[in-house]
T-cell receptor, first 111, second 114 residues
């Protein structure tokens, strides 16, 4: 079945440093979504990428979808303590009802 | 709008006990799903439904049953709980389950099986 891996599993950064998490799928994806889960909370939708090579920005967050539509990345510039949480990618392929989530990257920001 | 509501928030069971995790949404979403979250393994799909009377298995369905008698409700049943089912369970919904729809999650149920 489809597998979606994320690296790193954990990341500690000093406040103000940049952060990147990478998402890799074993199969070609029709689209990819990113979610953020605050500690003790539930996943909340951030963004969706659909086109090959697509890049989207949300303030300090930059999302990319690979040319082959098998990988994606999330980059945060100048992290803040409010960025703390676990970031998940989620992809769909071969059946739109089944969303496969990545393993997640837990971000800790040291003030 | 309450969104997606899950009950209970916490539950402790003994091995072999049964229980039902409740999930309700008030957004008239056709698609509902259940995920379990375990450390280092992300969110894994247990079962999903694309409408009343229609359910299907996800990635890890063993040990869990579901039914969908109404659009609003999608309960998850554990018939005989096992320690391996200790996890955080999330219910999620979207309008129809199609490609371009985001998932709305409930606040989760933390389940411990002793």
């Amino acid at each position: 079945g489809q597998q979606v891996m994320q690296i790193p599993q954990y990341q500690h950064v000093q406040e103000g440093e940049d952060f990147t998490t990478y998402c890799n799928s074993s199969t070609t994806l029709s689209n990819i979504q990113w979610y953020k889960q605050r500690p003790g909370g539930h996943p909340v939708f951030l963004i969706q990428l659909v086109k090959s090579g697509e890049v989207k920005k949300q303030k300090r967050l930059t999302f990319q979808f690979g040319e082959a539509k098998k990988n994606s990345s999330l980059h945060i510039t100048a992290t803040q303590t409010t960025d703390v949480g676990t970031y998940f990618c989620a992809g769909r392929s071969g059946g739109y009802q089944k969303v496969t989530f990545g393993t997640g990257t837990k971000l800790q920001v040291i003030p | 709008n309450a969104g997606v509501t899950q009950t209970p928030k916490f539950q402790v069971l003994k091995t072999g006990q049964s229980m039902t995790l409740q999930c309700a949404q008030d957004m008239n979403h056709e698609y509902m799903s259940w995920y379990r979250q375990d450390p280092g393994m992300g969110l894994r799909l247990i079962h999903y439904s694309v409408g009343a009377g229609i359910t299907d298995q996800g990635e890890v369905p063993n040990g869990y049953n579901v039914s969908r008698s109404t659009t609003e409700d999608f309960p998850l049943r554990l018939l005989s709980a096992a320690p391996s089912q200790t996890s955080v369970y999330f219910c999620a919904s979207s309008y129809s389950g199609r490609d371009n729809e985001k998932l709305f999650f409930g606040s989760g149920t933390q389940l411990s099986v002793l």
